[in-house]
């Protein structure tokens, strides 16, 4: 169904990058998500290295994505591994909090509407 995650996140108005593999993935703060097979995605979550953020909080993060119903496919003490659903994306219900665990944020749109200088003379 989807066999390229640049494309998808472009889509769905995602930073990505490549990581150390050279695949390509949507990055956050605590965690991306990366193209698992050619119909599904995973959502990678981790402890960030020198961060204050303790380990009872990442727990908490794994709790939440267990209760909103994703596929565990790998758990350790401050990483994870869940399945997302095939039809993941921006209209899924459950985008938002998935994104929002991970902390991946998404592109901000343009106005379109030209800078206007106040005191600009007429």
Same mark, same amino acid.
């Given at each position: 169904?989807?066999?390229?995650?640049?494309?998808?996140?472009?889509?769905?108005?995602?930073?990505?990058?490549?990581?150390?593999?050279?695949? #390509?993935?949507?990055? @956050?703060?605590?965690?991306?998500?990366?193209?698992?097979?050619?119909?599904?995605?995973?959502?990678?979550?981790?402890? #960030?290295?020198?961060? =204050?953020? @303790?380990?009872?909080?990442?727990?908490?993060?794994? =709790? =939440?994505?267990?209760?909103?119903?994703?596929?565990?496919?790998?758990?350790?003490?401050?990483? @994870?591994?869940?399945?997302? #659903?095939?039809?993941?994306?921006?209209?899924?219900?459950?985008?938002?909090?998935?994104?929002?665990?991970?902390?991946?944020?998404?592109?901000?749109?343009?106005?379109?509407? #030209?800078?206007?200088?106040?005191?600009?003379?007429?």
């Amino acid at each position: 169904m989807r066999n390229d995650l640049k494309v998808w996140a472009e889509e769905n108005r995602l930073h990505w990058r490549l990581d150390e593999c050279r695949d #390509p993935i949507a990055y @956050g703060r605590f965690g991306h998500i990366y193209e698992h097979s050619d119909t599904q995605l995973g959502a990678f979550l981790e402890h #960030p290295a020198n961060s =204050r953020l @303790g380990i009872r909080a990442m727990r908490s993060k794994m =709790r =939440r994505l267990d209760a909103l119903g994703l596929q565990n496919k790998q758990r350790a003490e401050g990483e @994870g591994t869940w399945m997302l #659903p095939s039809d993941f994306g921006s209209k899924h219900p459950l985008f938002a909090q998935v994104l929002k665990i991970l902390g991946i944020r998404k592109i901000r749109k343009a106005t379109g509407r #030209p800078f206007e200088k106040k005191n600009a003379e007429q």
